[in-house]
């Protein structure tokens, strides 16, 4: 079983920046392909971004390229997501998520990831 948790959200002006973390844990650690989705209200749950642990390679949305950061450390454990120059449409619950399985599907189908984190509220305020 594999937990991750989610932390970092909270409330921040249009322009400023926040730093999202995902901590994975429970059965031994492996270099999971990992991704952050988020979901506004009354929205479909979106693609972020993704990291692929085992080559290092990065993916991104295109509303979030240039703005947003996906990033790992290994020895905590840890997905970060670095939020700058934030904008109100921005504003969704985050997720991260995890691929255990390995599927060669692309980084940005969340039916990619078979583990997922609770979440946390990122708001954006104009």
């Known amino acids: 079983q594999v937990q991750l948790v989610e932390s970092g959200g909270g409330l921040v002006q249009a322009g400023g920046s926040l730093r999202l973390s995902c901590v994975v844990s429970g059965r031994t650690f492996s270099r999971y392909p990992m991704g952050w989705f988020r979901q506004a209200p009354g929205k479909e749950r979106e693609f972020v971004a993704g990291l692929i642990w085992s080559t290092g390679n990065t993916y991104y949305a295109d509303s979030v390229k240039g703005r947003f950061t996906i990033s790992r450390d290994n020895a905590k454990n840890t997905v970060y997501l670095q939020m700058n120059s934030l904008k109100p449409e921005d504003t969704a619950v985050y997720y991260c998520?995890?691929?255990?399985?390995?599927?060669?599907?692309?980084?940005?189908?969340?039916?990619?990831?078979?583990?997922w984190g609770q979440g946390t509220q990122v708001t954006v305020s104009s």
């Open positions: 998520a995890a691929d255990t399985l390995y599927r060669m599907t692309s980084v940005s189908d969340s039916a990619r990831y078979n583990y």
